[in-house]
Structure formats: C-alpha cells, structure tokens
C-alpha cells in the first residue's frame, strides 16, 4: 500500500529558530513531491514542489529529497508565529495525476 | 495557481438528504480532483473528475453515495447522497494546472455537518 507518513506532533519551535518537517514514502516509484501549508479552517496551499534528489530553497524554505533513503524534508528558517500551520507532505506517483496525502504535522511558533 | 471557488462554503444538512457541492475555476483545467478532509485527519481523494466522461473514484467510494459531473472544462459539481452524520466533513476540490503531474491547487473547501 502506497503510504506517506509523517510525525504529527506538535512540533514547538521558537521565533528565529529552524523548523525542520520530515517526512518518508513507501513507494519507489515515486516522482515528485510537495509540501502543502494549512491554517486552521482554511484550505491547504502549495508551498514547494521537489523534484530531485538534492536541495530546493525558495526564501525561507529549503526542501530537500533523497529518493534512495524514501525521504523529504522541509526546512523554515527564521521561523515566525505566521509560520504556525499544519503542514502536509504529499506524493505524486509515476503514471498518474493524483497525490497522497501524509497525515500532517502541526507546526508552533512560540514568540 | 488558480482562482477556484466552492458554493455552498458551508451547510448544515439533515440525515437522509443529499447536497451538491460546486466547485467552479477561472480558467480551463484538464485535472479536477474531489477530497474529504474529516476533523483532524488529512486528505482523502474521492475520485478524479473527467470532463466528458465518468468520474474515477478511488476504492472505498461509489458513485451511488458521491455521484460526480464535470460538464466543461472549468466546473464539477459533488453531490453526497443520503447522507448521515459520518459524512460530516470538509469536501475540497482541487485543480491541476498546467504540466506539472501532481501540482494542485485547492479551493477554500465546503464545511458540511449532517445532523
């Protein structure tokens, strides 16, 4: 069964600190790789797309993959209370359109 | 991204009757996707509406209870057909836009309460 897991915390961080969000996938056929942000009561919004093995940044997120290890990460920097959200890893698998959606981990920002 | 919007955002509905959700996008997509989001869990696909044909419906849901229409390029609509309270959910659409397989965007969601 195709799975994508992740810790669902509550993950505490403070202001200013890195924010480190991981999360694995059990299928090898796995090609691309998001990370959606979620407010509560409120609809997930994409935040970053992998597609590789290595790093990806994009202002304060790093995302990083390692498709050997069946892994990938998001990484905040300088982490803000805005940050705080559930975040969701999701995977696309090879030959079709759809994603699997990792359970989530909810991400506090303490000022 | 795109611009997609959802009627009704929000119902509260009794047992046994049935509710259409629209979900309508400011411009042509080819993907459109249906998902539940029950209370604190994550998202579950419903099934991939397919313009000009029917629904794929992923297991564990039949078209009886979740029937799907996807008349043109930029409008589906759900319906949730007798309902009971373990329908009680949050119903999302999304799109894919563009040739990135997997890249989606979500509309702001239908929050139902069957009593």
């Known amino acids: 069964q195709k799975e994508v897991e992740q810790n669902s915390g509550p993950l505490s961080v403070p202001e200013g600190a890195i924010a480190s969000l991981n999360c694995t996938y059990s299928d090898r056929g796995s090609q691309s790789f998001f990370w959606y942000r979620q407010y509560s009561g409120k609809s997930p919004e994409l935040i970053m797309s992998i597609y590789s093995n290595g790093d990806k940044e994009d202002g304060r997120f790093t995302a990083q993959l390692n498709k050997a290890s069946q892994y990938v990460s998001l990484l905040i920097r300088d982490s803000q209370p805005s940050d705080s959200a559930t975040y969701l890893c999701a995977v696309n698998n090879f030959g079709n359109e759809k994603l699997t959606f990792g359970t989530g981990t909810r991400l506090t920002i303490i000022p | 991204s795109a611009v997609i919007s959802q009627k009704p955002s929000r119902d509260i509905c009794q047992r046994g009757t049935s509710l259409t959700i629209q979900c309508q996008v400011d411009s042509q997509v080819t993907m459109m996707f249906w998902y539940r989001q029950q209370p604190g869990q994550s998202l579950t696909l419903i099934a991939t509406a397919n313009q000009g044909s029917e629904a794929t419906y992923e297991s564990g849901f039949v078209i009886d209870k979740f029937p799907i229409s996807r008349p043109n390029l930029t409008f589906s609509t759900l319906t949730v057909s007798n309902m009971s309270p373990e329908d009680s959910s949050i119903y999302l659409c999304?799109?894919?836009?563009?040739?990135?397989?997997?890249?989606?965007?979500f509309g702001p969601g239908t929050r139902l309460t069957v009593l």
């Open positions: 999304s799109v894919q836009r563009g040739m990135v397989r997997g890249e989606q965007f």
